[in-house]
Every structure is written in structure tokens, then in C-alpha cells.
């Protein structure tokens, strides 16, 4: 297939360099005229034969939503938009009605991978009308290892499946990191780096993060050339707010949440506050400044 790529940042270049590995005949726009094939996105838009596919590989918000904003005044009846960004699902349920008004079609494919996608193959989770999923499928199948793609259901789905996927990604790190620092605070020296190579062989704690785990401690067994500060990119606050309003209990994703949260204020006054507390309370021990 010939397909066009808005944003060749990290993911978007990883998915263009497996879909061309795959033989599929790719053109690409980014905001960097550096490693773009085309001037503008109607020039991308032109280059490619109608019916067209353009996949839109931007950030989250106001980048997607200008780009589709664009490629809507560009695109024709029967062309497909593959938003493949971790937009939230009701934003792409939005605007997959916006652009159906237009006649035409999107697609909401929630893609997990990061940077080793490339080599590893795609996680895609896709949303979407099945015969236009079907028109699109060669281009999933070429990005993911073997079961690694799936039509997860309708417009929004795709995204929707892709957040509670990274709400998870939240808990399971956070479940890591605990772990490792009960290790780290044990009496005696113990090989962090050994016990988390040791648990990747038969261990029900297995897993790509743990491998992930083992290669960060095999450059830097204490971790210090990092600050302890965690960001987060979104997910996770939908996936808490989701479960809020579906009433559905989410503690282990809400607490990895709210300590991201914490990763960051290093001069917490709601922390000082309790430990002012309890001096008053109990005339406990505080630490000054």
C-alpha cells in the first residue's frame, strides 16, 4: 500500500521504517523540514492517489487536533485517517464523527511499542468501522508481530483499549519499583541487577518491563545518575477518571498515579504539614531544614 505519515518523531519514524521494510510505499510529513518528504500536508495530501490513507502520528491535543482540522479541508470522500497517537478515546469518538460528515473515514489505533517497535514489531489496538478496519489491515499486520493486532471494536475503541493498556503499564511499574526498593533496603548487599535477570526465567514476575529493568540496572546499578521524578503523559489520569465514573475500583492504577504525582514536589508542603502534625499530636520527631 501507499500511505501518507503526519510526524516522524520516534514512534512515527519507527512505524514508516517497519511499513517500508514491509514493502509498503511510504511518504511522510513532519514539522522538520530535516526528515520530511513533503513541504506541507497538502502537498502530502497530492501525492498520494485517491482513496487515500494518511496516518497521523502526533501528540496528544492541540497537534492532532489542528493536524486533522487541516487534513479534513484536504481530504477527499472515501480517503481514511489512521490516528494512531494516544488521544483520548472520546476526542476520536468526536472526531470520527467530524470527519464522517465529510464522507470521510478514521480509524483510532492505539499503538504500544515505544522505541523498540521498530525491531520488536507494533502492539495495534484499532477502532473503526470493520470495512474500513479491512481496507487498512495489511498496514496493522505489517506492524505487528504475529497476534500482535487486533479490530478491538467501533470508533473509539481502539483508543479506549490503549489507555486502560497504559493505566496497567502505570500499576505494573509501580509494582516493580516498590519491589526494587524493599531489595535495595535489605540488611545485607544484594545484586539488584542479578535478581532481576534471575526473575525473567520461570518466574510468574516475568515480563518486558522486568528485561527493561535488568538492562537500566546493567548501565547503572543505583540508578543515580537519575532524579527520582516520574512524568506522566495522560493515560493514566483518564484511566483513574474512567474508573471514577464508571465506579469501577482502580486502586493499584490511582496510587501509581498519585505517586508520579509525589515524584515531583520535592519540597511537598502536604508532606511537611503532616510531619507537622504529628509533632503536635504526638511530639514526634521531625526533620528540620
Known sequence: MKIGIVGLGRMGAGIRDRLQRNGHEVLGYDADPEVSDVAGLPDLVAALEAPRVVWVMVPAGDATEETLRSLAGSLQRGDVVIEGGNSYYRDSIRRGKELAERGIEFVDAGVSGGIWGLREGFCVMAG???????????????????????????????????????????????????????????????????????????????????????????????????????????????????????????DAIAASLFARFASRDGASFGLRLEAALRQEFGGHRVEPT
Do not use: C
Request: charged content about 20%; glycine content about 10%; aromatic content about 8%.
Open 128 to 250: 473503526g468501522a470493520p470495512q474500513v478496519i479491512e481496507r487498512v489491515a495489511p498496514l496493522f499486520r505489517s506492524l505487528a508481530p504475529p497476534d500482535g493486532y487486533a479490530h478491538v471494536g467501533p470508533t473509539g475503541s481502539g483508543h479506549y483499549v490503549k489507555m486502560v493498556h497504559n493505566g496497567i503499564e502505570y500499576g505494573l511499574m509501580q509494582a516493580y519499583a516498590e519491589g526494587f526498593s524493599l531489595l535495595d533496603a535489605y540488611d545485607e548487599d544484594l545484586d539488584l541487577h542479578q535478581i532481576s535477570k534471575l526473575w525473567q526465567h520461570g518466574s510468574v514476575v516475568r515480563s518486558w518491563l522486568l528485561e527493561l529493568t535488568e538492562r537500566a540496572l546493567a548501565k547503572d546499578p543505583a540508578l543515580s545518575g537519575l532524579q527520582p521524578y516520574v512524568e506522566d503523559s495522560g493515560e493514566g489520569r483518564w484511566t483513574v477518571l474512567e474508573a471514577v465514573e464508571r465506579g469501577i475500583p482502580a
